[in-house]
């Protein structure tokens, strides 16, 4: 008897692991539907090979005028203390004065040509010792400085490389608040990195951030490493050079500043052929038109910017422009503050006579003004971003 209770147990035994093992491994040999009790999911179906866009999606831009921004690594060596060759100063205080390791910097750049030349901020590669562009595709290339504009901080930078991926600039004239753009650099060194957002405004300035300015403002997210890179349209047509953000942390607070590709176009035409910008000069001294200077100069005039001081022999004064003048157009646009003269006195061609609308007390004149050729900044204003 008990043996074949032994047997029976064995039998039932056996069979209860074989059922498990069935029930876990071929469920449906047993009639139970697989996964049975699992969480029942939604899923989207498998993505097609189509290569159309998602609608919304902005991947097609970015993949248009991404191989044409670049990264940016400069390296300047450490200042040399002039007395480290005193063998009393060595004796004391040892190699301090050698100059300590080299300072790296970071930043982004575009290709705007298949010669080789790219846009860049000014401060990206100011007072560098060695420039390299690292391309989207891993390329890598030592950087010559053809020119820099301090006063659009805007520099051209050439590289030597065969089949280069060259962005298409568009029209930043045509831009409106409210437009979508993206942003494309390599924010903190992280590698190239693409943000969106609108157009905020146009045509800021009094920022003290360069000379001439006439920025494109966005909220794309703008971080230190995005300066020079590209602001695109949605077309992936580049609109502007990213240069600036508004931050008291150091990172995006939603507020950057892009230069207008028209602007940087003409830095790059007039660098690359003549060697430098060519800017229109009338040497006077402007100031904001307030009550307390209309008083002072007897002016009834309500808009327009003050002439304050005219530099003798100058164009200006040639013209006939005296202190005390509020000059309200030039070249039959008008200007309401001294950025905005400053803009419209730099984009005349030097040596081609030009009417400048003016208020002399309570009398309206028009004068010919021939401007001269705006002589070359002998530093740069410092710049008051990263």
Known sequence: MKRLWLVFAQSVTVLLAAYFVVGTMKPEWLGRRPGSGAIALIEAPA??????????????????????????????????????????????????????????????????????????????????????????????????????????????????????????????????????????????????????????????????????????????????????????????????????????????????????????????????TDGQVRRGWIGVEPNELSPELAETFGVKAKEGVIITGVLQNGPAAQAGVRPGDVIASVAGRPVGNVSELLTSVAALKPGTASKFGVLRQDKQLELEVTPGLRPRPQRRVEQQQR
Do not use: C
């Open 47 to 272: 993505a097609s090979n189509s290569s159309a866009p998602v609608a919304g999606s902005f991947s097609a831009a970015a993949k248009k005028a991404s191989p044409a921004v670049v990264s940016i690594n400069t390296s300047k060596m450490a200042e040399r203390d002039p007395r480290s060759s005193d063998p009393w100063f060595r004796f004391f205080f040892g190699d301090q004065g050698q100059g300590g390791p080299q300072q790296a910097g970071l930043g982004s750049g575009v290709i705007v040509s298949p010669s080789g030349y790219i846009l860049t901020n000014n401060h990206v590669v100011e007072g560098a010792d060695a420039i390299e562009v690292i391309l989207n595709d891993a390329r890598r290339a030592q950087a010559k400085v053809i020119g820099t504009d301090p006063d659009t901080d805007l520099a051209i930078l050439k590289i030597e490389l065969d089949k280069l991926p060259v962005i298409v600039l568009g029209s930043s004239d045509a831009l409106q608040v409210g437009d979508q753009v993206l942003a494309i650099g390599n924010p903190f060194g992280v590698g190239q990195t693409v943000t969106s957002g609108i157009v905020s405004a146009l045509g800021r300035n009094q920022l003290g951030i360069n000379t001439f300015e006439n920025f494109i403002q966005t909220d794309a997210a703008i971080n230190p490493g995005n300066s020079g890179g590209a602001l695109i349209d949605v077309n992936g047509n580049l609109m502007g050079i990213n240069t600036a953000i508004y931050s008291r942390s150091g990172g995006s607070m939603g507020i950057g500043f892009a230069i207008p590709v028209s602007t940087a176009k003409l830095v790059l035409e007039g660098i690359v």
